[in-house]
């Protein structure tokens, strides 16, 4: 079973920076689809950042331009740098993986995300 463990939330200004990390218990093995998932007060849960082991990446709106989504396959790690922060981005922030059989894409439903870390919590002040 693979675990997967965040780091690296707090609080910060708006404006401000963070960079969150996800280390995998496990190596995984073949195409895989990695992403950041966050869940803000009273709101659904939004996919907004996917990376496929080929290196496509995909942002949703609310985040493109402010927000990088990377990998080291050494260390098994996934990173988010956020950057330009606002108060809306206040959510906990979850990492996710699937193992794909397709090249280039990942989806951004939840339900098809195998796995998911405990969540990290960021916030942002104005």
């Known amino acids: 079973q693979v675990q997967l463990v965040e780091s690296g939330g707090g609080s910060v200004q708006a404006g401000g920076s963070l960079r969150l990390s996800c280390v995998a218990s496990t190596h995984l093995s073949g195409p895989v689809c990695m992403g950041w998932f966050r869940q803000a007060p009273g709101k659904e849960r939004e996919g907004f950042a996917q990376i496929h082991s080929d290196g496509t990446t995909n942002y949703a709106d609310s985040v493109k331009g402010r927000f990088t989504i990377s990998k080291d396959n050494a260390k098994d790690t996934l990173y988010l740098q956020m950057n330009s922060l606002k108060p809306e981005d206040t959510a906990m922030y979850y990492c996710?993986?699937?193992?794909?059989?397709?090249?280039?894409?990942?989806?951004?439903?939840?339900?098809?995300?195998?796995?998911w870390g405990q969540g990290t919590r960021v916030t942002v002040s104005s």
């Open positions: 996710v993986a699937y193992r794909t059989i397709s090249g280039g894409y990942c989806a951004r439903h939840e339900s098809i995300y195998d796995y």
